[in-house]
């Protein structure tokens, strides 16, 4: 419910459980006023002190007043240049050749419904579940407008914003830097946690107290990275799971970002997120406008685990597209981890005889099946089937595969070439490099200038022939390198500063084609494993690959660490084959299922190369995960342990919405001799019900949620267990 009190100018965003406020103040500066639990309301803005501080400069209009700083005021959107020295929001290099931004508030927009952006990924609403407030700033020495939009989702504590900023002006003006939202705290006594990691282990939290000055993450890869994710936490000290302040700041963009909270003197944490200003800078004609990525928040006053369940209520319902946000997703098996590149059309026909009757319902064809592709050292690019392995074309092959009761589905890698393929070889200059340089290869491959419209139709136009080719019901998109040597011969010197940011549009665009030419078509992101896990990607590809890591144990900590921000139908989650390729561990079949389970569910292994006793328990896993679907995929999801503690077991939940079922799933460590006896304290029930677990036992919700479950002792390292609770 957005309530404003036009008199005084103040802004009140209310959520279910949280308020956010601003005001636009005696100067119209526009003041962040209050974000946190739900309160009444009124005016915040005495919460907002002022005093005479030294070194702190006053507009003009403050006339002889010195109390009155743009460097002390909590700011809604900061500016740059004129007096506020701490983390800026926009930065506008002027005609003059100065770099600074002076904003005041000029009008606001109600209007019901979600806002839309053109040409980028953004949650959608309707009248019914989301309002948009549009609050309008303006920077009359640069004739600058610039449009703060938010959207309210009530029911899902979810707060979008994006801003757009046009030159109202005769002259032309460049954006250095543009954030999609910064949040003015009223205090420092908080924790920053930031997910990162690499290749294999993506997405590990790192959680330490804020310290006086600047600190970050973010990404100059052309991609989301492994390294660190567009997703951050600011919360109390001493936030847990179920207690305690926290805001999660979510970036809805796949390409270079930056999440940056400063902590500055007088006791006042600012948090800004956007687009990395690094190698970025869009020049504005006049008329022209530049819309910045959405940001989202969701503020929680009781603790991460409401704020991701938030998070993944508001992606689930409202980010990923039609039809797939209520559709049921087949369980696949994908030949990557079995074959790599060594396969042909009989292989993958044995793939699916075996496979079928174990109740999995998608083969997925992996890298390896066109162009010159033996190896990863060629063929990218050449988007047509090799006839070698696959006579007939997918023409000959994906008939074979529906006759046996399996859907298809297939791997590409559209913003990619190998200077070893007949693509390249005609279109040399379709690839990112710098003038007289040579570019940097990786994974032996080059980068297509995903910014040019007819690098993109080019590559499409082959892309739709084969997806149009048979009956192709699945697309894993996988992007596998990081961008260097970015340089566009399409834009003139001045606009280079644009090129990684027109790069992700391109892939959007692309992405957004091909989801309205096979609406039918899931399609999987990919990028060298987790590389690219955001909410920018999750709004055209309802799932992506969490990590090339498959291990069942690592995953425990990779899908915790992404479950923080990202539901669990968007994780892609596969058993794969012992010893595992990533690190050698062996882990018995039921643990790896269970895994698995806490994720979008398939196999990445040879059928053919399981024993009977394999085969069986397959077989009971996928018709175990079908029964409970509904339960694991759009359940509310519940962290009991948190795996990074290296404890005895690592442990998570998933509760129906009525609170009437629920799945725990439990993976036990490494075991010790003479281990004492634990019990399992289960969360999300409905105190007053009582549950049987597993058919058996019947005990009530709160001595389940308090005294807890007696759990086994197991033997052996890595086994698992499940409960399953019905209401009786
Ligand atoms: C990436 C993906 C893998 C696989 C290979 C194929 O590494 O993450 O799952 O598709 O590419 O080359």
């Not at 909590?74 to 100065?98: A, H, K, N, W």
């Not at 830097?177 to 990691?197: A, V």
């Not at 700041?249 to 930056?258: E, R, T, V, W």
């Not at 086994?712 to 019905?726: A, E, G, H, I, R």
Request: proline share 5%; charged share 20%; glycine share 8%.
């Amino acid at each position: 419910m957005i309530v404003l009190d036009k008199k005084n100018k103040v802004f009140t965003l209310h959520t279910q459980n949280t308020t956010y406020q601003m005001k636009a103040d005696q100067y119209n500066v526009l003041i962040h006023t209050y974000y946190g639990p739900r309160i009444s309301g009124g005016d915040l803005s005495y919460l907002v002190r002022y005093a005479d501080r030294a070194c702190a400069p006053n507009p003009v209009e403050a006339g002889p007043d010195r109390t009155y700083s743009l460097n002390t005021i909590p700011q809604e959107y900061s500016t740059c240049g004129v007096g506020d020295f701490r983390l800026p929001s926009i930065e506008l290099e002027l005609p003059c050749g100065s770099c600074s931004a002076d904003l005041r508030y000029t009008g606001f927009e109600l209007r019901q419904g979600k806002y839309a952006l053109e040409g980028l990924p953004a949650f959608r609403g309707t009248d019914k579940d989301a309002e948009t407030l549009v609050l309008l700033l303006e920077d009359t020495a640069a004739q600058v407008k610039v449009e703060l939009y938010y959207g309210v989702f009530e029911e899902y504590d979810l707060i979008t914003r994006a801003v757009r900023v046009v030159n109202q002006g005769g002259q032309t003006v460049r954006l250095r830097q543009c954030t999609s939202l910064c949040l003015d705290l009223l205090r420092t006594d908080l924790d920053l946690i930031t997910f990162n990691g690499c290749h294999l282990m993506e997405r590990s939290p790192d959680r330490a107290p804020l310290r006086s000055g600047v600190q970050g993450v973010g990404s100059v890869r052309g991609t989301s990275s492994h390294q660190h994710n567009p997703f951050v936490i600011l919360c109390d000290h001493n936030a847990d799971e179920d207690h305690g302040f926290c805001c999660g700041a979510m970036l809805l963009y796949s390409g270079n970002f930056q999440a940056q909270v400063e902590s500055s003197q007088y006791s006042n944490a600012r948090l800004v997120m956007g687009i990395n200003p690094h190698q970025f800078c869009w020049t504005l004609e006049p008329g022209e406008s530049f819309t910045a990525p959405e940001g989202a928040l969701v503020c929680s006053p009781s603790g991460f685990g409401q704020m991701s369940r938030q998070f993944h209520r508001s992606i689930r319902e409202h980010l990923i597209q039609d039809p797939f946000q209520g559709k049921r997703r087949p369980v696949l098996i994908n030949n990557w981890e079995a074959t790599y590149f060594n396969f042909d059309a009989d292989k993958l026909v044995n793939f699916a005889k075996t496979a079928a009757p174990l109740g999995i319902e998608l083969l997925v064809m992996d890298d390896g099946w066109f162009g010159k592709r033996d190896d990863d050292n060629s063929g990218l690019g050449d988007w047509t089937v090799n006839q070698k392995k696959l006579p007939g074309g997918l023409e000959a092959l994906v008939p074979r595969i529906r006759e046996l009761g399996m859907s298809f589905g297939i791997w590409i890698e559209p913003e990619m070439v190998n200077e070893d393929s007949q693509f390249y070889r005609e279109h040399p200059d379709w690839a990112f490099r710098i003038p007289n340089r040579t570019p940097a290869r990786g994974r032996n491959q080059l980068v297509l200038d995903f910014s040019r419209s007819d690098v993109r139709a080019h590559v499409y136009r082959q892309i739709k022939a084969v997806l149009s080719s048979a009956d192709i019901t699945y697309v894993k998109w996988d992007m596998n390198r990081s961008l260097s040597d970015v340089w566009s011969a399409a834009l003139p010197a001045r606009r280079q500063g644009e090129v990684f940011h027109r790069y992700i549009l391109g892939v959007y665009e692309m992405l957004d084609q091909l989801r309205r030419d096979f609406p039918y078509i899931l399609i999987e992101g990919c990028a060298g494993g987790g590389g690219r896990f955001d909410a920018g990607m999750l709004c055209y590809t309802p799932q992506i690959w969490c990590s090339d890591n498959t291990d069942a144990i690592d995953r425990l900590r990779i899908q915790y660490g992404t479950s923080f921000g990202y539901p669990i139908s968007a994780m892609g989650a596969h058993v794969s084959a012992v010893p595992n390729e990533a690190n050698g561990r062996v882990t018995p079949i039921g643990t790896r299922g269970v895994a698995a389970m806490a994720g979008t569910f398939g196999y990445e292994m040879d059928p053919n190369k399981t024993s009977p006793e394999e085969k069986e328990a397959i077989k009971e896993q996928v018709a175990f995960f079908k029964e409970h679907y509904d339960l694991i995929q759009r359940g509310d999801y519940y962290r009991l342990t948190d795996p990074f503690q290296n404890g005895p077991y690592t442990a998570w939940e998933h509760v129906s919405p009525d609170r009437r079922e629920a799945l725990v799933s439990l993976v036990s460590g490494t075991i010790h001799a003479a281990a004492p006896f634990y019990t399992l304290q289960l969360k999300g029930l409905d105190p007053q019900l009582t549950y049987q677990v597993n058919g058996e036992g019947i005990w009530p919700g709160d001595v389940l949620m308090n005294a807890g479950y007696p759990l086994p002792v197991f033997w052996n390292d890595y086994q698992s267990m499940q409960l399953l609770l019905s209401a009786i």
